[in-house]
């Protein structure tokens, strides 16, 4: 599906990321992998076709020099997954400024910017690419101290929808992946909270949590020209938690 594509995956160390990465390099896909972990970096020895850079999504810096790397290597960049967030749970009255702040650097402002390199390197070019923003249901649905989270997630449906009308006669589509509860770095952490997780399930109408690989088969998808008519949709994966 993705045979001789080149595709930035932005926080590529951990959860959906990682197999993320597996997946497109599956499907016959370069992967030019970001994560800020140091210890992550053990985790890619021995895969091929990909290279991993070390830096934050929030310096714009490091896609800058993925972009460099990639004119010197010759691969042309296919697509983009702006999947590296920030997680917060805080009571709405003890969320600081900078918690705000904080959030949207990394969920909101990162990926602006990122868009905005990408594009330009793709009209410079004068090639078609795919962005797949990594959203969450939370920005549809009100969650109980997630207000912080949720406006960063919210504010990336308006983002991706109007880039995709925007950039649309240049051949360049992004959507937006709103994953629901999927056994992500924190399902373990989160399945110790018994009374939280039973019911988390009980509002899941398949009754389970989503697996990595079934969020990261739909953004394979999206890179691929399979998808090539599906332009600034919002697409919800949660076993039909919004539905219900």
């Excluded at 110790?192 to 988390?200: A, G, V």
Aim: with cysteine; aromatic share 12%.
């Amino acid at each position: 599906m993705l045979k001789n594509r080149s595709i930035i995956v932005t926080g590529v160390g951990k959860g959906l990321g990682f197999d993320l990465l597996n997946k497109i390099i599956f499907n016959g896909g370069f992967v030019y992998g970001v994560t800020r972990s140091k210890s992550d970096l053990i985790k890619f020895k021995g895969i091929k076709n990909c290279k991993i850079f070390l830096g934050d999504v929030v310096q714009s810096k490091i896609i800058k020099d993925v972009l460099k790397q990639s004119l010197k290597d010759r691969r042309i960049i296919h697509g983009f997954v702006n999947n590296a967030g920030q997680r917060q749970r805080k009571k709405f009255n003890a969320i600081s400024k900078n918690d705000i702040k904080s959030l949207f650097n990394t969920n909101f402002f990162s990926i602006f910017e990122n868009m905005q390199l990408y594009s330009n390197y793709l009209k410079k070019i004068k090639k078609s690419g795919s962005i797949v923003n990594i959203g969450s249901i939370v920005g549809e649905n009100g969650f109980s101290e997630l207000s912080g989270y949720a406006s960063t997630k919210t504010a990336l449906i308006g983002l991706t929808k109007s880039f995709s009308v925007e950039m649309a006669n240049h051949n360049i589509r992004a959507n937006l992946v709103n994953p629901g509860f999927v056994k992500t770095s924190y399902f373990d952490k989160f399945k110790k909270k018994k009374k939280l997780y039973d019911w988390t399930l009980s509002r899941i109408p398949q009754k389970r949590w989503g697996e990595p690989a079934e969020v990261s088969n739909l953004i394979c998808f999206l890179l691929s020209d399979l998808s090539e008519y599906i332009n600034g949709a919002s697409i919800n994966i949660d076993g039909g938690w919004t539905g219900s």
